[in-house]
């Protein structure tokens, strides 16, 4: 089954998405990866999460679905979580925009970014997670690509060394 993390990390990395769906998980041992999960606590200290269908959304109102991350270190890849929780949302009956927050400003040139579907969108994006599902399946994960952001990855001990 998919989910908004699924989506995050297969477009941040698709052997990050195949190592954590096969519960290869070593982000436990991550200090980027706890510094992220206190900053959004401290954020939603006076709000409640909502779940609803296995995902669980930052904060929902009558116009948007809000994301909140740590930083602006991959948008593509917070835009793409975003959009899964809108098309989930909009089968249910329930059309937002989406509105991703980034706590730490470093990449970007703006901390909140705002995103409205179209029927075209939700068309391409089902398509892509057929095709996320099927690479899921896989009986190996894909080989691993170095790129800049790897060094601070959970996983750069088990791919590259």
């Not at 993390?5 to 041992?29: A, G, K, P, S």
């Not at 994301?67 to 793409?80: G, T």
């Not at 899921?136 to 601070?152: E, F, G, M, Q, Y």
Request: aromatic letters at 10%; proline letters at 2%; one cysteine or more.
């Amino acid at each position: 089954m998919l989910t908004g993390t699924i989506v995050n990390y297969y477009t941040h990395c698709q052997r990050q998405c195949w190592l954590f769906y096969h519960n290869i998980n070593l982000e436990d041992n991550s200090e980027d990866v706890r510094i992220g999960r206190v900053l959004h606590e401290l954020k939603l200290q006076d709000k409640e999460e909502v779940s609803l269908d296995g995902i669980k959304l930052d904060k929902i109102t009558n116009e948007y679905v809000t994301e909140i991350k740590k930083s602006d270190a991959d948008i593509s890849a917070a835009i793409a979580q975003l959009e899964y929780y809108l098309i989930v949302l909009n089968e249910k009956g329930i059309v937002r925009k989406g509105r991703l927050e980034c706590i730490e400003k470093n990449k970007q040139n703006r901390s909140i970014h705002t995103i409205t579907l179209t029927n075209e969108r939700i068309a391409e994006l089902k398509i892509k997670y057929r095709y996320i599902e099927e690479f899921l399946s896989t009986i190996d994960p894909p080989n691993p690509v170095i790129k800049s952001a790897c060094k601070k990855c959970a996983y750069f001990e088990y791919c590259f060394i």
